[in-house]
């Protein structure tokens, strides 16, 4: 990937974290052990997900293609402090096109100051453009809209609401 948004060069990159032992890749089976559904009950309610519910979840994730599962880990502890996920939705519309969601973004609150939200969403941002997303999209809290923005997100007046039904 050749660019980032102005904001977030030169500082920090997926290949160059900030610190010697971050490591920016996508998620593996193992991760089970490395505090990985941990890490995501600090964005909402996880459940009690066994290690074979989470592989074979895993693995139909795998299996279609278009789920990018990606994480930060300190490899010092061997545990994932962050985890953003892209996922591709197929489309007739635009000619076929792919559209990106950004979904699932959570850096542990201990990490505060690092710039690791930014390093995460930005390098999933990139990858959705290097996959050819048309665009992509996300539903947040009031509270992290700033944040968004500033990575070149944008609420789009009258055109872009977020509706939801819950089950
Ligand atoms: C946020 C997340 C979304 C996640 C949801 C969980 C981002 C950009 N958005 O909207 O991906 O699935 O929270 O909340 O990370 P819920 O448990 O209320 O569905």
Redesign the pocket.
């Known amino acids: 990937f050749h660019r980032s948004p102005a904001k977030f060069q030169p500082f920090i990159s997926a290949a160059n974290p900030g610190e010697s032992w971050l490591r920016v890749r996508p998620l593996k089976d193992t991760d089970y052990d490395r505090g990985f559904l941990q890490l995501l009950s600090q ?3 996880v459940g009690n997900i066994t290690r074979t519910q989470f592989l074979t979840r895993f693995s139909q994730m795998k299996a279609s293609g278009d789920y990018y599962v990606t994480v930060i880990e300190d490899t010092r502890k061997g545990e994932i402090i962050g985890a ?2 892209l996922i591709i939705e197929r489309k007739f519309i635009h000619n076929c096109a792919v559209r990106g969601r ?5 850096v542990n609150d201990t990490y505060r100051g690092k710039q690791l939200g930014k390093l995460i969403v930005v390098t999933v941002s990139l990858l959705a453009e290097h996959l050819g997303c048309y665009k992509m999209s ?4 009031d509270k ?1 809209i700033k944040f ?1 923005e500033s990575l070149g997100y944008a609420l789009i007046p009258g055109n872009s609401n977020s509706m939801t039904i819950r089950y």
């Open positions: 964005l909402t309610n953003a996920s950004l979904e699932d973004v959570v996300l539903d947040c809290k992290l968004y």
